[in-house]
C-alpha cells in the first residue's frame, strides 16, 4: 500500500529504531548534555542506558536538550519532497519545549510547500505511553487509515485511554527538576516515602500517593495496573525502569498474576526523560477507559 502522509516521533518514546525504521517512522532526536558536551539521543550507542544511571548514582548531573529547530526541518523535508503529509506525535507540551518548536517549524514549511500538511499532535503522554500511541497508529495507517480520520478520531481517543503511573526512588532528582520541593523531598527520604505519580490527562506529572518503602510502591503500581488499564487479555503492558531490572521484574510478576495480560514488555526508560526522575524510576504502561 502506498502511503501518503509520513509518521514522526521523538526519541523520548522507548521505541527501537529497528521498529521505528520497519514501520516507516520517523524520529527526532532530543539530546543530553553532559560535561558541557552534547550527545544526540541515539538509543544508548554512545552512552549506554545502564552506565547513564550508574553516572547518575554516582554524582553526574546533565542536562537534556529538546529537539532543534534545523532537526525538525530537516526529517520534514525529505517528506514533503516527496510528496507526502507530516504528522509528528509528540512529547508532552507540559514536559518539554519540542512541541512548539514543531509548530514553529510546520507553520514554515506549510507557507514552503503549499497544498502540503505538516501537523503537530500533542500526545500528553511521555516514554512508551507516547510509544504505544505511535505504535498503533502505525498500525492504523497500514491498515489504510487516512491522516484525518487519525487526526480526528484515533488518536484523540488514544491520548484519553493511555495510562501512565510511575514511582521513583529518589526524590532529590524530582526535587532537582522542579517537580518537589527541598523540604519534602528531605523529609520524604529520611521517612522512606515513595511518591506514586502518574501523567494526567493534560499531560503534567501528578501525585497519586505515598507509601512507605519500596515493596509498597510496586505493590501499589500493580494495583493501579489491574484497576485502570482495561482488557489485558488483548493488549501488551509495558514496564519502563532506570536500571532497577530487578524491582522491574518483580512488577512484571505481579502484573501477569493479577492481570493475566497478553504479554508484558520490559525496557529500560530513555535517558531523557530518567535524566530527571532519576535511577530506580519504575512505571507501567497500557491502554485503559482513561488516564485515571
Not at 527501537?16 to 532530543?30: A, I
Not at 518539554?96 to 497544498?115: I, R
Not at 530506580?280 to 497500557?286: E, P, R, S, Y
Request: with cysteine.
Amino acid at each position: 500500500m502506498e502511503l501518503t502522509y509520513k509518521i514522526f516521533t521523538d526519541t523520548t518514546t522507548d521505541l527501537t529504531p529497528e521498529w521505528m525504521t520497519e514501520n516507516n517512522v520517523g524520529w527526532l532526536e532530543h539530546g543530553i548534555v553532559i560535561d558541557g558536551k552534547e550527545i544526540k539521543d541515539d538509543f544508548g550507542k554512545t552512552v549506554p542506558h545502564k552506565e547513564f544511571y550508574q553516572r547518575l548514582r554516582g554524582g553526574l548531573m546533565p542536562t537534556t536538550t529538546q529537539v532543534d529547530i534545523p532537526t525538525f526541518t530537516n526529517a520534514y523535508e525529505q517528506a514533503l519532497q516527496q510528496g507526502l503529509d507530516v504528522i509528528y506525535i509528540g512529547f508532552s507540551s507540559k514536559l518539554s519545549g519540542t512541541f512548539n518548536t514543531s509548530l514553529m517549524v510546520a507553520q514554515e514549511l506549510m507557507e514552503k510547500y503549499p497544498g502540503r500538511r505538516v501537523i503537530s499532535f500533542d500526545t500528553a503522554a511521555a516514554g512508551i505511553g507516547q510509544g504505544m500511541i505511535v505504535m498503533e497508529a502505525a498500525r492504523l495507517q497500514q491498515q489504510g487509515m487516512s491522516l484525518d480520520e487519525l487526526v480526528d478520531e484515533a488518536l484523540p481517543r488514544l491520548k484519553k485511554t493511555i495510562c501512565h503511573f510511575f514511582t521513583v526512588d529518589d526524590l532529590n532528582h524530582l526535587y532537582r527538576g522542579g517537580r518537589l520541593s527541598r523540604s519534602s523531598a528531605f523529609l520524604g527520604t529520611l521517612m522512606g516515602i515513595k511518591p506514586v505519580m502518574y501523567v494526567s490527562d493534560e499531560g503534567k506529572l501528578e501525585p497519586l500517593s505515598k507509601v512507605r518503602g519500596r515493596r509498597q510502591a510496586i505493590a501499589e503500581l500493580a494495583r493501579l495496573a489491574k484497576e485502570h488499564m482495561t482488557n489485558p487479555q488483548d493488549q501488551i503492558i509495558y514496564i519502563c525502569h532506570a536500571d532497577c531490572r530487578e524491582d522491574a521484574d518483580e512488577l512484571a510478576r505481579l502484573v501477569k498474576e493479577q492481570m493475566n495480560p497478553k504479554g508484558v514488555d520490559i525496557r529500560f526508560l530513555t535517558p531523557i526523560i530518567g535524566n530527571h526522575s532519576g535511577p530506580g524510576t519504575l512505571a507501567v504502561f497500557g491502554f485503559g477507559n482513561s488516564r485515571l
